[in-house]
């Protein structure tokens, strides 16, 4: 019959499977995920370790409704060693998945404001990011070595999308911004904690007291979220903010701070430096020493030399190097609180006091020079060592004789 297909049975065997084939082939691809992407900031909280604030990335797939929060500030408090290795900066952070719900609470019972940026990114940017961030979730990839300045969760989102981006990703940072050490950024957020900064600053060495270069500046979430604002995409079409809207989700009430505090180390120091420069004046009148309470100041300066000596040279913060604080909380000062105690006419105390003299003139002079940027709380302290220590160089002997014909 014309017009029949009568192929042999093998020929039509092969003419169907060609034709099931091309029909597959002809069928539309199901459209791929698509995603909407955020930068998450959170306001900083009351205690030290939320000081800071927090970023973190929101990844809406927009098919399946799944809202999830890819955070890199997370940590295992179930590490062996945990207390030890936080110190020692040998406790690995990692990237942790959450929902959008279980993240937000949190900030929410604690009345921390949240904003979010949602990004204008092309669903082939936005899909580059998901596969860059489920990589990074990866069992072997999620954990890093954090680092407060250079490795952090805001660290990381700014170098995801260096990476994803490329040149195409313009940050535009302002020419006009003010100059600002690492330290200086740091004051801005702990100064109403005053106990808390100095803490941080008798921790943290000279390496911190140089200039930040504007990328740098983005470990602060805050600058983060501003640099997210300038920046730019420049692709095929016409340039085009990174940034598409911003909403907030969370804003309470700022936080207010009270005025001087009675218990800050600036008041309690200038007391104790007046209690001190008062003894001072009253046993130069009555040629008494009083050396206990040098033996009580030098073994306190002593023990926190020894926590700075442990910080710099046995942990792995690169933050607590080259740390001269060391200049007057000088670990040999045990040594000279024990010989005051136990034979104060010995020639070595003599030589100890006067090595504190040297050591806390050094310590003015670098503090002067701006080579390194002490707590200004301290300078009670280094005027008190620099009392008593003159005052013992100059008149140990001769009160101690004195004292003895009595």
């Not at 069928?27 to 909407?36: C, I, L, M």
């Not at 590490?79 to 959008?100: A, E, G, P, V, W």
């Not at 040594?335 to 003299?357: E, Q, T």
Request: aromatic residues 16%; proline residues 5%.
């Amino acid at each position: 019959m014309k017009g029949s297909l009568c192929f042999p049975l093998s020929k039509r065997v092969l003419f169907f499977g060609l034709m099931l084939i091309f029909g597959l082939l002809a069928v539309p691809e199901s459209p791929a995920q698509q995603y909407k992407i955020s930068l998450l900031t959170c306001d900083p909280g009351d205690e030290l370790y939320s000081t800071f604030g927090h970023s973190a990335l929101r990844v809406r797939e927009m098919d399946s409704g799944r809202d999830l929060v890819f955070n890199y500030g997370t940590f295992d408090f179930n590490t062996s060693f945990f207390y030890l290795k936080f110190i020692r900066r040998t406790l690995d952070y990692q990237l942790s998945l959450t929902t959008t719900e279980n993240f937000l609470y949190e900030y929410n019972y604690f009345k921390r404001s949240v904003r979010e940026q949602e990004l204008a990114l092309s669903q082939d940017q936005a899909r580059a990011v998901v596969a860059f961030l489920q990589e990074n979730y990866r069992p072997e990839n999620r954990k890093y070595r954090y680092d407060f300045f250079f490795d952090n969760c805001s660290t990381r989102i700014r170098d995801l999308f260096e990476a994803v981006l490329g040149p195409s990703l313009q940050w535009n940072h302002t020419g006009s911004a003010p100059e600002k050490s690492f330290r200086d950024m740091i004051d801005e957020y702990v100064y109403p904690m005053p106990w808390s900064d100095l803490g941080i600053d008798l921790a943290l060495g000279a390496v911190i007291d140089r200039t930040a270069r504007e990328e740098e500046k983005l470990f602060l979430p805050d600058y983060l979220e501003a640099a997210f604002d300038r920046a730019t995409l420049i692709g095929d079409g016409p340039e085009q903010t990174l940034v598409g809207q911003t909403k907030t989700i969370y804003d309470f009430p700022e936080r207010v701070h009270s005025g001087f505090d009675f218990s800050s180390p600036y008041l309690v120091f200038w007391t104790l430096a007046i209690f001190v420069g008062a003894i001072t004046f009253f046993g130069f009148r009555k040629k008494r020493l009083y050396i206990g309470v040098d033996a009580g100041i030098f073994t306190v300066f002593g023990l926190l030399g020894l926590l700075l000596v442990f910080l710099w040279f046995f942990t792995e913060h690169p933050q607590t190097k080259n740390n001269w604080n060391l200049f007057w909380a000088f670990p040999l000062h045990l040594l000279l609180a024990w010989r005051l105690v136990k034979n104060p006419l010995s020639p070595m105390v003599k030589k100890f006091l006067l090595g504190a003299m040297i050591l806390i003139d050094l310590a003015l002079v670098i503090w002067i020079l701006g080579l390194q940027s002490f707590h200004p709380s301290i300078l009670p302290l280094l005027l008190l060592v620099l009392l008593r220590t003159n005052f013992l160089y100059y008149n140990l002997n001769a009160f101690n004789n004195l004292n003895k014909r009595r």
